[in-house]
């Protein structure tokens, strides 16, 4: 679905990729993490063309997609969901979705197919549905999460890729967005998951990366990696320390 080779992304003098190499097989969910600053963001917008790579070569389902635009990336069957949401606060939660379809309604998507896609992402999350005349501002940080993929859904992508969708959220909210995740890849979705909440990622997921400043040191099955010490020492170490620290006293 998805093959990244000797990727270098610089931001003017700045190296934040370097040689990165990954590649993601259709039907998997595969996990991408690292500290803050490792390039995990930066990877995800060299795949849809907010930045542009200095040097390597990014294939979606074999096709070069290395500088192209935004649109003709969404086009091609690749959705992203942002770090921190990113809706449209002053629209309707229904609206907000229906621009995630601008794409395939440009593409001529007849109408009864669109009802149809709202029916699915409203099954995934009811939430939604509930509050379609809800300004998207006036939502929670877990229903705008719910409202960022389903409106990425909207687009019909063939790969989904997730910017750090547990950040801001309470541990029941996180344990229902992997759920949703788990089943967008039962009903045929491949995904590319970038989480700095390991544990959760690799328990979804079948393979993970490990990213540090700008290099993959590290890859592997999921489990493999929950069990690696290096990777138990830096990045879920932390995570026990903030399960206990949630507790109530």
Known sequence: ????????????????????????AAGEIVALI??????????????????????????????????????????LGCSLVPEGRQVFPSLSVRDNLLLGAHVQQRRGRPRHELARDLE????????????????????????????????ALMAR?????????????????????????????????????????????????QRGYVLETGRVVLEGAADELLANRDVQRAYLGREIDREAEALPA
């Open 34 to 75: 690292g500290a803050n600053g490792a390039g995990k963001t930066t990877l995800l917008e060299a795949v849809t063309g907010l930045v542009r790579p200095r040097a390597g070569e990014i294939a979606l389902r074999g096709r070069d997609v290395a500088g192209l635009r935004t649109e003709e990336t969404v086009a």
């Open 120 to 151: 699915r992402v409203h099954g995934l999350f009811p939430r939604l549905a509930e509050r379609g005349r809800q300004l998207a501002g006036l939502l929670s940080g877990g229903e705008q999460q719910m409202l960022a993929i389903a409106r």
């Open 157 to 205: 992508p063939s790969l989904l890729m997730l910017d750090e969708p547990s950040m801001g959220l309470a541990p029941l909210v996180v344990k229902d967005i992997f759920a949703v995740v788990s089943r967008i890849r039962e009903e045929g979705c491949t995904v590319l998951l970038v989480e700095q909440n390991a544990r959760s990622a690799l328990r979804i997921a």
């Open 1 to 24: 679905m998805l093959r990244i080779r000797n990727l270098d992304v610089a931001y003017g003098s700045v190296t934040v990729l370097r040689r990165a190499s990954l590649h993601v």
